[in-house]
């Protein structure tokens, strides 16, 4: 992990806890991001990290137009964001949304005529309930068992892919239980399954999805994704979908060591109480920090020997070697462990970039709302 460049000097006013996205060192991800796919073709980045209009303007910048995302809301600021752009993106909405919630799906797609909308779907009913402004995805369940069709089932993916007929958008196959500590062993598991899918796909699509985009691999599992030609041997287009490596965090960090990404999201929290020796409690809990993915929820940036325990919902106990030292009011930086959920917790960035003042922007895209 490249260290990060920032520090508080220049947030001294800024009220803890609060998230600060670093544009710059976002902006170097990409880059990163792109090299290691050979291009901007080859990346359909979930929107789900991100979240705000800023950092898809890095996106959009960089050649980036194809996209997932979750929501309806993130959906309505991506298609907003283009829109402000000037350029026509293709979104996969990487979630099986049914009732209004999908009917909120295909307005945005109505309100955004340059927008190309996709959907999941795993089934024939689903796929004939689609609204017709949506393209069907065809979601394959490659064993994490959360969604898609199950890959033994063909009698089921042969009555889909018939219910859908000629407007398949595309393929997605979600490998997100794929992530083993030994990378050798994890690439092994990932070409073995692609491997499945690919005879599968043979004897049910064969040249009818020839052209067709298949999309796989989030994070745990795109650099692997990169090593497999198979797909592409067989007349798919394969793309990959990370989408924490825009603001990278602590659990990809020790899941993809070596990428050369950096800290570009970060959380400012305070010393507010030092309530015995070797403890130091700073302003960030769960309702900052996300605590789902196990511990330590973050890392201090500038205190490697710093270590965070389990927090509560407004503090952040930190055990604090006694040859250092922490004092109340002392800022800290706290990298996430998992970056997606904490974005989404937070109302308001405080956006860092060389060159100008620190300025404070609402996190569009987050949480859950109705479109009227």
């Given at each position: 992990m490249r260290p990060a460049p920032s520090s508080?000097?220049?947030?001294?006013?800024?009220?803890?806890?609060a998230l600060v996205v670093d544009l710059d060192a976002a902006r170097r991800n990409v880059s990163r991001v792109l090299e290691l796919c050979g291009g901007p073709e080859r990346w359909r980045p979930h929107v789900k990290t991100t979240k705000l209009p800023e950092l898809w303007r890095l996106l959009l910048e960089a050649g980036v137009r194809r996209f997932k995302c979750a929501t309806p809301r993130e959906l309505e600021h991506l298609a907003r964001t283009a829109q402000r752009e000037g350029v026509?993106?293709?979104?996969?909405?990487?979630?099986?949304h049914v009732g209004p919630t999908l009917d909120l799906v295909a307005a945005t797609a109505e309100r955004h005529p340059g927008l190309r909308v996709g959907a999941l779907v795993e089934d024939p009913e689903g796929a004939r309930a689609l609204p017709t402004l949506l393209l069907p995805w065809v979601d394959l369940n490659p064993?994490?068992?959360?969604?898609?069709?199950?890959?033994?089932?063909?009698?089921?993916?042969?009555?889909?892919?018939?219910?859908?007929?000629?407007?398949?958008?595309?393929?997605?196959?979600?490998?997100?239980?794929?992530?083993?500590?030994?990378?050798?062993?994890?690439?092994?598991?990932?070409?073995?399954?692609?491997?499945q899918v690919g005879t599968l796909l043979e004897?049910?699509?064969?040249?009818?999805?020839?052209?067709?985009?298949?999309?796989?691999?989030?994070?745990?599992a795109f650099r692997h994704a990169l090593t497999y030609e198979g797909f592409s041997e067989r007349g798919l287009v394969h793309?990959?979908?990370?989408?924490?490596?825009?603001?990278?965090?602590?659990?990809?960090?020790?899941?993809?060591?070596?990428?050369?990404?950096?800290?570009?999201?970060?959380?400012?929290?305070?010393?507010?109480?030092?309530?015995?020796?070797?403890?130091?409690?700073?302003?960030?809990?769960?309702?900052?920090?996300?605590?789902?993915?196990?511990?330590?929820c973050a890392q201090p940036l500038e205190q490697p020997e710093?270590?965070?325990?389990?927090p509560s919902e407004?503090?952040?106990?930190?055990?604090?070697?006694?040859?250092?030292?922490?004092?109340?009011?002392?800022?800290?930086?706290?990298?996430?462990r998992h970056v997606c959920p904490t974005v989404n917790l937070h109302e308001e960035a405080v956006l860092l970039e060389e060159g100008a003042e620190p300025r404070t922007v609402p996190v569009a895209a987050r949480a859950h709302a109705p479109w009227a």
């Amino acid at each position: 992990m490249r260290p990060a460049p920032s520090s508080t000097s220049n947030l001294d006013t800024v009220p803890s806890p609060a998230l600060v996205v670093d544009l710059d060192a976002a902006r170097r991800n990409v880059s990163r991001v792109l090299e290691l796919c050979g291009g901007p073709e080859r990346w359909r980045p979930h929107v789900k990290t991100t979240k705000l209009p800023e950092l898809w303007r890095l996106l959009l910048e960089a050649g980036v137009r194809r996209f997932k995302c979750a929501t309806p809301r993130e959906l309505e600021h991506l298609a907003r964001t283009a829109q402000r752009e000037g350029v026509e993106i293709d979104v996969l909405v990487a979630y099986p949304h049914v009732g209004p919630t999908l009917d909120l799906v295909a307005a945005t797609a109505e309100r955004h005529p340059g927008l190309r909308v996709g959907a999941l779907v795993e089934d024939p009913e689903g796929a004939r309930a689609l609204p017709t402004l949506l393209l069907p995805w065809v979601d394959l369940n490659p064993g994490m068992d959360r969604t898609g069709l199950p890959l033994d089932d063909e009698e089921r993916l042969a009555a889909t892919l018939a219910a859908v007929g000629e407007r398949l958008g595309g393929l997605s196959l979600y490998d997100g239980h794929l992530h083993q500590t030994d990378l050798a062993a994890r690439e092994a598991s990932v070409h073995e399954l692609y491997d499945q899918v690919g005879t599968l796909l043979e004897s049910h699509g064969g040249a009818r999805l020839r052209g067709l985009e298949l999309v796989t691999a989030g994070t745990p599992a795109f650099r692997h994704a990169l090593t497999y030609e198979g797909f592409s041997e067989r007349g798919l287009v394969h793309t990959v979908s990370p989408g924490t490596v825009v603001l990278h965090d602590g659990r990809s960090e020790e899941e993809n060591p070596g990428l050369g990404l950096e800290p570009a999201a970060w959380i400012l929290a305070r010393v507010v109480s030092l309530p015995r020796a070797g403890r130091g409690t700073v302003d960030a809990g769960s309702k900052s920090l996300a605590a789902e993915a196990g511990g330590p929820c973050a890392q201090p940036l500038e205190q490697p020997e710093w270590r965070a325990v389990a927090p509560s919902e407004e503090h952040l106990p930190l055990d604090v070697p006694l040859h250092t030292s922490a004092r109340r009011g002392d800022a800290v930086r706290l990298f996430p462990r998992h970056v997606c959920p904490t974005v989404n917790l937070h109302e308001e960035a405080v956006l860092l970039e060389e060159g100008a003042e620190p300025r404070t922007v609402p996190v569009a895209a987050r949480a859950h709302a109705p479109w009227a």
